[in-house]
């Protein structure tokens, strides 16, 4: 399968928004509101709603706060990652156990979106070896990944696989009794 990927920017807000409005979330309905933009929000709940979500997505990609990756098959997005420098995603830093020194330059992967027709063929993978790659030559320190303990089905791993993390030397840092906190060194300190 010829996959192509793209980093997300203000040109492909089209592509970002088809993605999300055309991708069937039978396993999950209550998810297609969300535009990923779930760890950028920590307002009240009354303002989490499916047209506030939209415009909030569309302004961060705009804005540049909102960055990830989407894979391409056949020039239609079928895949996307949410990666971005940890201190954007407000929930996050807010709600999360993490490793903390303020000096280390991390970017956080919060979110793996797969169209379900294209699950189970390595997107996911690609999209985590692109943001390496990346994050290397943007001088990054570490990676870091909050997957999910347990037997989870492939929408329960939005946040990835633990395996998946392991396969490109990701180490566990912490753990919570629902996640762990992984890390992969970028560059040494």
């Known amino acids: 399968m010829n996959i192509t990927i793209k980093p997300l920017s203000p040109d492909l807000v089209q592509d970002f928004i088809s993605f999300f409005e055309s991708i069937v979330f039978t396993e999950n ?8 933009y779930s760890f950028h929000f920590t307002g009240p709940v009354e303002q989490w709603n499916k047209k506030a979500n939209r415009a909030a997505a569309i302004k961060c990609i705009q804005e540049k706060t909102m960055t990830g990756y989407l894979a391409y098959s056949n020039g239609k997005p079928v895949g996307w990652c949410n990666a971005n420098n940890r ?3 407000q929930r996050l830093m807010k709600y999360y156990d993490l490793v903390d020194n303020p000096d280390d330059k991390v970017c956080s992967v919060v979110c793996f979106l797969i ?4 699950r189970r ?12 790659t990346d994050y290397t030559l943007r001088k990054y320190d570490y990676l870091e990944a909050y997957p999910g ?3 989870q089905s492939c929408e329960q791993h939005y946040k990835g696989p633990l395996s998946m993390y392991k396969k490109l030397d990701f180490k566990i840092v912490s753990e919570t009794d629902t996640y762990f906190v992984v890390r992969k060194m970028l560059r040494k300190l």
């Open 115 to 118: 169209h379900p027709d294209f």
């Open 149 to 151: 303990k347990g037997e």
């Open 121 to 132: 063929q390595g997107i996911a993978y690609k999209l985590l070896e692109r943001i390496t």
């Open 29 to 36: 309905p209550n998810w297609s509101m969300c535009y990923c």
């Open 87 to 89: 201190y954007n995603y």
